[in-house]
């Protein structure tokens, strides 16, 4: 762990950082841009962090007086006798098109294993509660794309995700689970045997530490690597205020094609699905309607990672800030004041360059969310 000048292996301290509760992927990047060095962050004391801009006294008191060498200790055992791995961003065999988001996990954790051919993958989310359309569907989709070499990217959620993980398995095909809580942990619980089936033909994976409990803060976080992972994002069933609409929403973000299947007119699980066709979604009644949109992403001499600069107009260290701020849902403007730090004047500027991107939209009472939008041009 440590060298003989008592300097931490570069892996390893970006574990250690990463195991700070209060250090989400923004905070991590921005903390070793200031200081250096992730090392250097570790090392330095509340004075220090605290001058970092959007680290508040309370933040940087918690990782000045994180015990993260016991910690550290810990998580390295588990991945040991567990037989479990870490991608570090920026290492060999980190995934190519998660590295390119904003803010990409700054270290995964693996339960299986991911291979070369997975950056053809194709995420398929919905609703928990699926009816039997729907998880047919997802099922069916998720078959045909696997058994033509396409990995299936999802969250192991009860319902569409559980339906698009077996139909790949059952396929042959490899898939992948990300999860909202740690790669020690089994959610929903009757899916250990899920688990173990995915972990043997794909990968369980997880930003957060080995026996990290699900919360529900940790679902958004969970379902921008879904996007992340996947050249596009198949949306099978969903309410307007489905989990699976932020997937999507990331997606568009990400510049990934959108595809979503309709459904009922009268159901309000087909509504999210619905609107998502109405943005400019792509309707997709089968496995072709993928197909024939991700096929060129793939073939002999295409890029393997995606033009983002095509598709979202670059953000400024402090928009960034009110943005990643949004991610816990929509939030009045004094709030975001006091969590950013960011002078009134200065907030109302940004928050106006951030609608006029379209990236949040203003609610009543002066409160304000992320909003579902398509990029320039086509979903």
């Known amino acids: 762990m440590t060298s003989t000048d008592g300097r931490l292996a570069e892996q390893d301290a970006w574990l250690a950082l990463a195991l700070i509760p209060e250090v989400g992927s923004a905070t991590f990047y921005r903390l070793r841009e200031a200081l250096g060095s992730v090392e250097a962050v570790l090392r330095a004391n509340r004075e220090a962090l605290a001058q970092v801009p959007g680290i508040s006294r309370q933040v940087a008191q918690a990782i000045a007086s994180f015990p993260w060498r016991d910690t550290l200790d810990r998580e390295l055992r588990v991945i040991e006798t567990r037989g479990l791995s870490l991608r570090r961003f920026g290492d060999e065999g980190y995934p190519e098109l998660l590295a390119a988001i904003h803010s990409p996990p700054p270290v995964l954790y693996l339960r299986g294993m ?29 078959g045909e794309l696997a058994q033509r070499g396409v990995t299936i990217v999802s969250g192991m959620a009860r319902g569409i995700d559980a339906a698009a993980h077996r139909g790949s398995l059952r396929a042959g095909g490899r898939t992948l689970a990300v999860l909202g809580c740690g790669v020690g942990v089994t959610y929903p619980p009757e899916h250990a045997e899920l688990a173990d089936q995915i972990a043997a033909q794909g990968a369980l ?33 969903a309410g307007l205020d489905s989990g699976a609409l932020i997937t999507a929403n990331y997606a568009l973000e990400q510049g990934r094609d959108v595809f979503a299947v309709p459904g009922q007119v009268t159901s309000r699980f087909s509504r999210g699905c619905h609107q998502l066709i109405k943005a400019g979604a792509k309707l997709t009644e089968g496995w072709e309607d993928i197909w024939e949109d991700i096929e060129p992403q793939v073939a002999p001499g295409a890029q393997t990672i995606l033009d983002l600069t095509a598709v979202r107009s670059p953000l400024e260290p402090e928009e960034v800030l009110i943005v990643d701020t949004l991610e816990a849902g929509p939030m009045q403007i004094d709030d975001l004041i006091g969590r950013t730090q960011l002078p009134a004047g200065q907030m109302a500027s940004l928050l106006l360059s951030l609608m006029l991107k379209g990236i949040i939209e203003e609610l009543p009472g002066k409160c304000f969310a992320k909003r579902l939008r398509p990029p320039k041009g086509r979903v």
Request: glycine content about 6%.
């Open 114 to 142: 991911m291979r070369s051919e997975d950056r053809v993958a194709v995420a398929i989310v919905g609703s928990r509660t699926a009816s039997p359309y729907g998880a047919a569907i997802a099922e069916q989709i998720s």
């Open 205 to 237: 994976i997880s930003e957060f530490p080995i026996f990290t409990p699900p919360k529900p803060s940790h679902f958004p976080r969970r379902n921008r690597i879904i996007s992340g992972l996947a050249r596009g994002v198949v949306v099978i069933e």
